[in-house]
């Protein structure tokens, strides 16, 4: 059996004996420096590992650093040695005693003072020889207190020094023996129970100490996961995730939530401070999802970096290195070149100029490559600086912009990245704060990425969806825009890559779960993205009462549902405050007279200063059109299934024939226009028979032709006099202050404004101080799949709009603060 398949029989029996997959924890030295860090760290255990997860702990704070510095007095100052030494027994007796029963203390102290005496003894004699054994000492200390606390509160643990079982490669630097390792560290695991892993150690296979260097133990993390065959592995540091560029240097870094393995890699590559190029690299099946999060913040969600599709559009990044060498020689040209690139791991290259750039350790074997095929070369110090995204090396408009913020700066080259996933410039000076704040704004200033969520797939719905895939190519303003959600009252679709646009109606078909509350709202509170809308285009009450919730975790609504608005005065007010505490967006365009700018209108008069005084007209498009249609010709029955059938009524059209959804949307306007008032303060004539009121609408729209007599005698007797009727809604400012509202059937001459409409058309009558004696009109289609879904359309670039404008504001805000 050759090693690979040794290693892939040793996981699978391993998978079979954990009762899941295990997941890799991995604590930074700073998530434990204190003691307090260390009770975060024990609460975020108990809160998120199971028995027989792997923890890789760091050493505590700057232990690593106080055991360098001690290791260097060892070397030059010997006179300091034993104060020091002191230093370090008393920094860790300090954390054992503050974290642990006297009993275990005592135990762990008596360790302590063992290891103190070998590590006195190294140094007072060969330091040289025992320089990585001397600094395994920080992990190894961590490792066994954590442990120690986690079996006296949390559960049953065990420590393990990864010397015990996890061996280098000598050849090649830093490569893991995964057979012999995974052989060995079989025999150490104790199964049922959590094991506290050392990270930054190792062995060679002589059995000699050797470190993983730099941040070694987010590899032995990576490593650890790979030998497990885990699913799972978060790095807990003091950072909440991955930022689009360094946070410490650019104050308007955003966070990204969501990484591609690729991009997360060329991160690592080109300087990323919190990922490493080392990390990813065990990680080679991509199976294995890494989550960066912080332990000092660990509600808050940080990055997953993982498999991810490509529907959303990735976000962009941009990263830099100082202190590289642009290496050119005719040996780089071509075949040759292509074969440097590859040997040197080369940051860049061009075959066709002839160069690769190099960390300036590399000099010295690149010189000696060069030597045996007798060419120049020439040195040049340089630095780069990169935008980094999911392909961009294929994205023309990336380039284009990524060259138009460097046009005042000399570049020497931009260059494709070997791995497709950045564009590369080669600076000839050092990357500078003002450069790189300066090209993160442009590559990223647009780039807020807007998760749309859909609830209500009907008749309106469906328009919705169908309007979308060509707004979204036409909108600029939709450019980062993506639907992630689609929900109906019984199936929920979610994907947080994006769902595409132009085949949602399938993909909903296919891959809908069933509607589970708990688990919507726990992703709506979670979800990946800067910014997301619900657009709620259901009938539903209860629906509606999710709003509080949405404006609490900063969601932004757009509801062509009516019910939230026109809720009572307390509920609505509490909405609004919500909203306005969490900065979220309310929208809701079509809940009155669908498409038409009756809502804008009377803004725009409020902004004026003018006063509303009276709202009059005909608002539901559905009575409109039925009493427009009516001539006592056919059956009103008949007509009214016809309005259902065009999807111009409600869902039920007892909401149209009841006035309950006409004195809704008088409400509604009411409080655009300013005033308080309740449902229960409209007069409301319901032309729906108290003997059809109870009925599920099925029964209602079977029996309608019992409302065939009622309007056949109101039509007859108002056509006697050379009238008509009309279902006419109003609010008035009375003299005393008051407001008199009501809405009902209403007999008209046939001169009258509001009697020969369009059917369907809405028609809205604004009295105001500025239009007193000649009232402002607004008149046009009030309802129907076309206008309602354009409405929403609309809100919904309103609402992308209000967002652009409010980045900014604060990108300037964060600009100028530099
Ligand atoms: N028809 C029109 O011209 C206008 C309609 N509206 C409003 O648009 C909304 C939708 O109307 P239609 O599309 O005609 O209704 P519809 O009955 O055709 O579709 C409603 C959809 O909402 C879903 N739904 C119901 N309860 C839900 C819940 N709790 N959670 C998630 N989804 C739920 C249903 O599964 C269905 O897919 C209504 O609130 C209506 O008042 C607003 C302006 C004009
Ligand atoms: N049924 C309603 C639809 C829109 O709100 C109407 O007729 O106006």
């Avoid at 020094?161 to 560290?185: H, K, P, T, W």
């Avoid at 939530?257 to 490493?276: F, I, Q, S, T, Y």
């Avoid at 807007?450 to 600029?476: C, D, M, S, W």
Wanted: proline share 3%; glycine share 6%.
């Amino acid at each position: 059996m050759n090693q690979v398949n040794v290693v892939e029989q040793l996981t699978a029996e391993r998978n079979q004996l954990a009762k899941q997959a295990v997941h890799v924890h991995k604590f930074g030295g700073s998530s434990l420096a204190t003691a307090q860090c260390i009770e975060r760290v024990v609460d975020i255990i108990r809160q998120h590992c199971q028995l027989n997860d792997l923890v890789v702990v760091s050493a505590n704070g700057d232990t690593t650093d106080a055991l360098f510095a001690t290791y260097q007095l060892a070397l030059e100052r010997q006179d300091t040695l034993t104060s020091a030494i002191a230093q370090l027994y008393q920094a860790q007796v300090e954390l054992i005693k503050s974290l642990l029963s006297a009993a275990t203390a005592e135990r762990m102290i008596d360790y302590l003072k063992s290891d103190i005496q070998q590590l006195t003894h190294w140094l007072t004699s060969t330091p040289e020889q025992y320089q990585a054994d001397f600094l395994s000492f920080g992990e190894l200390w961590s490792a066994r207190l954590l442990s120690a606390i986690l079996s006296e509160r949390v559960c049953p643990s065990y420590y393990l020094d990864a010397r015990d079982f996890l061996v280098i490669n000598n050849d090649q630097q830093c490569v893991v023996d995964n057979g012999i390792s995974l052989e060995q560290f079989n025999q150490v695991t104790q199964l049922g129970k959590l094991g506290v892993v050392t990270g930054y150690i190792s062995k060679d296979s002589a059995g000699k100490t050797c470190t993983l260097g730099r941040n070694g133990s987010d590899y032995s993390a990576t490593i650890m996961a790979s030998l497990t065959g885990a699913l799972n592995v978060t790095l807990w540091t003091d950072v909440d995730g991955i930022y689009s560029a360094d946070p410490r240097v650019v104050p308007t870094a955003r966070k990204l939530h969501r990484l591609p393995n690729g991009v997360a890699k060329e991160l690592g590559r080109l300087g990323n401070p919190v990922l490493h190029a080392k990390t990813l690299q065990p990680l080679t099946d991509h199976s294995t999802h890494l989550h960066v999060a912080s332990s000092f913040d660990y509600q808050n969600t940080g990055t997953e970096i993982g498999k991810f599709g490509q529907i959303a559009k990735q976000e962009l990044s941009v990263t830099y290195l100082n202190d590289l060498l642009l290496a050119q020689s005719e040996s780089f040209l071509g075949q040759q070149g292509e074969q440097a690139q590859h040997l040197f791991a080369a940051i860049c290259s061009d075959t066709e100029a002839g160069y690769i750039v190099i960390s300036q350790a590399q000099q010295k074997a690149v010189s000696q490559w060069l030597a045996s095929h007798d060419t120049e070369v020439s040195f040049t110090p340089v630095a780069i600086l990169a935008t980094v995204g999911h392909k961009v090396v294929h994205h023309g408009d990336v380039k284009a912009r990524f060259k138009r913020a460097l046009k005042h700066e000399q570049v020497f080259a931009i260059a494709n990245s070997p791995f497709q996933h950045s564009l590369i410039a080669i600076l000839p000076q050092a990357c500078s704060v003002e450069l790189l704040n300066h090209v993160h704004h442009d590559m990223t200033k647009d780039a807020r990425h807007i998760g749309l969520v859909v609830a209500g797939l009907g008749n309106i719905g469906e328009r919705f969806l169908q309007l979308l895939p060509k707004q979204l190519t036409q909108i600029p303003l939709l450019e980062n825009l993506h639907l992630v959600g689609l929900i109906s009252s019984k199936k929920a679709l979610i994907n947080n890559d994006g769902i595409e646009v132009s085949q949602a109606f399938a993909l909903f078909e296919q891959e809908a779960k069933n509607y589970d509350h708990q688990l919507l709202m726990s992703w709506l509170s979670n979800h990946p993205y800067d910014e997301l809308i619900v657009v709620d285009i259901t009938p539903s009450e209860a629906f509606s009462l999710l709003y509080g919730e949405f404006f609490k975790q900063g969601i932004h609504v757009i509801g062509a549902n009516k019910w939230a608005a026109s809720s009572s005065t307390e509920h609505y007010n509490d909405l609004l405050t919500t909203a306005q505490q969490h900065k979220s967006l309310w929208l809701g365009n079509t809940t009155v007279g669908a498409g038409l700018p009756i809502n804008y209108a009377i803004q725009d008069l409020i902004n004026s200063g003018d006063q509303i005084i009276e709202i009059s007209g005909i608002f539901s498009g559905t009575l409109s059109w039925l009493f427009e249609t009516y001539d006592n010709s056919v059956p009103f029955s008949q007509l009214l299934l016809d309005a259902l059938a065009q999807g111009i009524t409600e869902p039920d059209p007892r909401e149209d024939l009841s006035g309950r959804d006409v004195q809704r949307k008088l409400l509604i306007l009411a409080r655009m226009a300013g005033f308080e008032l309740s449902l229960t303060d409209i007069d409301c004539q319901n032309l729906v028979p108290e003997a059809l009121q109870q009925l599920s609408t099925e029964e209602f729209l079977a029996q309608a032709a019992a409302l065939d007599s009622y309007f056949a005698d109101a039509y007859l007797q108002a056509a006697d006099q050379g009238c008509c009727i009309r279902y006419i809604a109003k609010f008035s400012l009375q003299d005393n202050g008051q407001l008199c509202a009501s809405v009902g059937l209403a007999v008209l001459t046939e001169n009258d404004a509001f009697a020969n409409l369009t059917p369907c058309d809405n028609v809205f009558q604004i009295r105001s101080h500025w239009y007193q004696d000649n009232p402002l009109l607004i008149r046009g289609p009030g309802a129907g799949r076309d206008v309602t879904a354009g409405g929403l359309h609309s809100d919904l670039v309103n609402i992308c709009r209000q967002l652009v404008h409010r980045q900014q504001q604060v990108k300037l805000k964060g600009i100028n603060t530099l």
